[in-house]
């Protein structure tokens, strides 16, 4: 190449060289600065713009409130809500200086000196909203109450910027007491009660004027989360997040100078009083709109969104169906008790929930004697214990897992355990050897006998073989709640707190061949703004189709021949076991049919105080066990309820029989009851059998079977006889003693 050659190529060179140099130029910092300047002045001039056109508008909707109605499946109204808003304007100067401050103390520090909005929250709110995160961001007072007046409650860019606007505005044009009045006034407290005077009378029975302190600074707290922090209803987390955050209320005020640390230091915590119900809200009405209001909540419609009213709330409570009920209720247990005379009977509970297994939904549901008089719903609550209705989880989770016995036998309808009262377990590092029904020893049975008279024992042993953990998880994937649920032995007996709409979800789950169901109650949510969808009640297989039908098996054995004979008719094919806890203190029958799952529970309940108390001498009839009451109800109610009968039949598919060691010789069989002291290393995992399927009972045993008592028939029938262990009080049995072992 020549010299000429190379400086044309360097030529060539030098002109594509200032490319990316001149990208840089173009993005200069000067440039960069200039643009960002005038992106400010845009967003400014928009602002300025948006400032002119927006004006304070008038009260929103909230001052004319419309009605919430709540309606049958079938359209018929049940009950409408919110008439007329709950609220009564109070001067600012009525309320007391230092309750005017806990809401500044909670809401807004700086509410005194700011210009009535805050610009990092209102920022912080709108990109909450465009992620998707709701209406979560901070806002003044003053913004509150435009939202509250003035906007409405939707989580928008447009709502927001209008605040910001309007807050501006409003901060300009009224003194700040006026801003805050407005606020305390417009506010929703729950309980129904809008503005400071019917939060007062709501939660502590006094006007606004006559509020201390301390009970401001827990009505001020309650605004961040009403539904949640409602002490009467509110969780454990719930109770301790009020109450942390009524002490950072205190807190501040003691940082603004409000109150004197000193007095701080003195002041507990203002437990308030129990709700009283809504006018209108009588009988089952007020249960049936408060499990409405409950899982809408949970939906998202939140108790502020309903307490603006509009809305038509359609369940899928079936008006006869629910007619049905509460007949039976009264039938077969209100008209038997003596409430003024009798103290046993004062204490008497009755709570149901009845759901379509194929669905999911609530068709039914009795929460009390009375709304008004007994405000918890029996139906929904889960402060007691379901016993030994949770037998059959157990059993669910042996063949979900394949489980085997200490001895290797798979375990199902046939497969034999040592059923002696006070049996210790064996395989657990958890000691634990439960009495049986009036300790009863029945020695070698197949868990068909053990389900039909509720042995403990066996049901015990079957947990540990199983494994605690693994049963807990079955229970949870059924629809039972994680509420003191401890993994060990014990919980064969039902020992965890669960309602009788979990019950009956779970139970609905078996009935619907292993497919979850969860049970609700809202069919339809409507409102002219937006639209709810109801709950998925039908989710997926949980348990196999094949362990489902085998429990159903089983639990058709028990009200033919066991436990729950009291629910047996000829005019349905049913399925379903008895529970009653330790103490008699809850009486539950969880059963179903094709077309039907119902759960009725009693429960003895102090008037006083509504603490846990026994049903024993309800109605002068000793026990008041499963088998008695509430399966008495369940059969009068589903016989109602399905018109007088049904000709369905469970399709059950591949029922697991399990498996049954046949021993060499007689010698393992076994010993005489021991104490609960034994060590589990002294007893046989499980007692070897005989060589027939109809063994008899060893002579080493003691007590000898009481001479009502048969022999154990072959597997291939339904074994069992009426009155013999499980829950007391069935036909036959006159063993009608006060004292009642757990888990029955």
Known sequence: MGRADARRAQQRGARRAPKSGGIRRLFTWRKMLGA????????????????MYVDIPKANALAERQSNVYKYSDGTVLARTGDGVNRQNVDLAEVPKDVQHTFVAAENKSFYQDKGVDLKGTARGIL????????QGGSTITQQYVKNYYLTQDPTVSRKLKELVISLKVDQRYEKNDILAGYINTSYYGRGASGIQAAAQAYYGVDAKDLNVSQGAYLAALLQAPSQYDWAVASPTGKRLVKERWGYTLDNMVEMHWLDKAKRDTLKFPVPD???????????????????????TKQGITAEMRQAGGWTFTLNIDKKR??????????????????????????????????????????????GVDYVKHYVSNATRRDYQPASTFKPLVFASALENESKTQDGDLIGVNTRYDGTSKRPVVGSDTPFAPENEDNQSYGNVTVQTAMNKSINSVFAQMVVDVGPAAVKKTALALGLPDQNFPQRPAITLGTMNASTWDMAGAYATLDNHGKKVTP????S???RDRTVEPVK????????????????????GVVQSGSGQAADTSAYEAAGKTGTSENNKSALFAGYTPDLTTVVALFGESPKGGTQV??????????????????????????GALNGGSGNQFDLQDVERGEATVPNTPSNTPSAPESPTQSPSQEPSRPAQSPSDEPSQPTSQSPEPPPSQSPEPPPSQTPGLPGEGGDPGLPGNSNNVANNPPGH
């Open 322 to 367: 629910q007619k049905q009920l509460e007949e039976s209720v009264d039938r077969q247990l209100e008209s038997k008790l003596d409430r003024k005379n009798n103290k046993v009977d004062a204490t008497v509970q009755a709570g149901a929930t009845s759901v379509d297994p194929k669905t999911g939904a609530v068709v039914a549901l009795y929460g």
């Open 537 to 556: 009640g039908i989710g997926d297989q949980v348990i196999s189709r094949k362990s489902a039908d085998t429990v159903t098996s089983v639990l058709r």
């Open 525 to 527: 949510a409507i409102h």
């Open 274 to 296: 129990k709700p009283k119900p809504a006018p209108g809200m009588n009988g089952q009405t007020g249960y049936l709109v408060d499990a409405a209001n409950a899982e809408l």
């Open 614 to 639: 026994s049903l024993t001498g309800t109605a002068n009839s000793g026990r008041a066990n499963g088998g008695g009451f509430p399966a008495q109800i369940w059969a009068d109610y589903t016989l």
């Open 520 to 523: 609700f109650i809202v069919k």
């Open 128 to 135: 909450n909203t465009l992620s998707g995160k709701g209406k």
């Open 36 to 51: 960002f300047f005038v992106f400010c002045l845009l967003i400014m001039g928009a602002f300025v713009a948006l400032y």
